[in-house]
T-cell receptor
């Protein structure tokens, strides 16, 4: 089935640093979503992208829908301790079932 | 608060027990989903309901039985589970799950299930 390759798997950074993570696929996607999951909670939507090339910000977070429609990235600027969690990319690639496919997640740890 | 609630938040059950998970969404959505999240694996879609009708069963064992009495409520009935079924079970909802795609899914907090 379709897979999303998300990298890096984990990141350990100092407070104040910028963070970048990305998601790639071998197939064309028509929607990209970025979620954050805190321990013991469900994923919370951060940013949704619907058009190739689209660049969207949500506070210190910025995400882009790749021009090729096969990738997306998420940047976090000036990280703070509450940014800790697992970040998931997800996307709809269409096809017969139009399922939402999830990446394997990026664990972010922020050292105060 | 995402507008999707799940109960219970934690559940411990034996392999011979029967229990049910409940999900309720207050967003006016018409599609609801069950996902399983196991350690170090991507979220696995289990079931999709669109306007109360099941539109997707992702080869889920029959010991998991979903029920969707209306567009706001979704249940997952559990019986004779196995220890490997222990996981976080997440419910989500979206406007629709139509083939046009792009319907953003909003997740509940999940039920942490442990099968002994």
């Amino acid at each position: 089935g379709q897979q999303l390759n998300q990298s890096p798997q984990s990141m350990f950074i100092q407070e104040g640093e910028d963070v970048s993570m990305n998601c790639t696929s071998s197939s064309i996607f028509n929607t990209w979503l970025w979620y954050k999951q805190d321990p013991g909670e469900g994923p919370v939507l951060l940013i949704a992208l619907y058009k190739a090339g689209e660049l969207t910000s949500n506070g210190r977070l910025t995400a882009q829908f790749g021009i090729t429609r096969k990738d997306s990235f998420l940047n976090i600027s000036a990280s703070i301790p509450s940014d800790v969690g697992i970040y998931f990319c997800a996307g709809y690639y269409g096809g017969a079932t139009n399922k939402l496919i999830f990446g394997t997640g990026t664990l972010l740890a922020v050292q105060p | 608060e995402t507008g999707v609630t799940q109960t219970p938040r934690h559940l411990v059950m034996g392999m011979t027990n029967k229990k049910s998970l409940k999900c309720e969404q207050h967003l006016g959505h018409n599609a609801m989903y069950w996902y399983k999240q196991s350690a170090k694996k991507p979220l696995e879609l289990m079931f999709v309901y669109n306007f109360k009708e099941q539109t997707e069963n992702n080869s889920v064992p029959s010991r998991f039985s979903p029920e969707c009495p209306n567009s706001s409520h979704l249940f997952l009935h559990l019986h004779t589970l196995q220890p490997e079924d222990s996981a976080l079970y997440l419910c989500a909802s979206s406007v629709t799950s139509g083939h046009r795609g792009g319907d953003t899914q909003y997740f509940g907090p999940g039920t942490r299930l442990t099968v002994l």
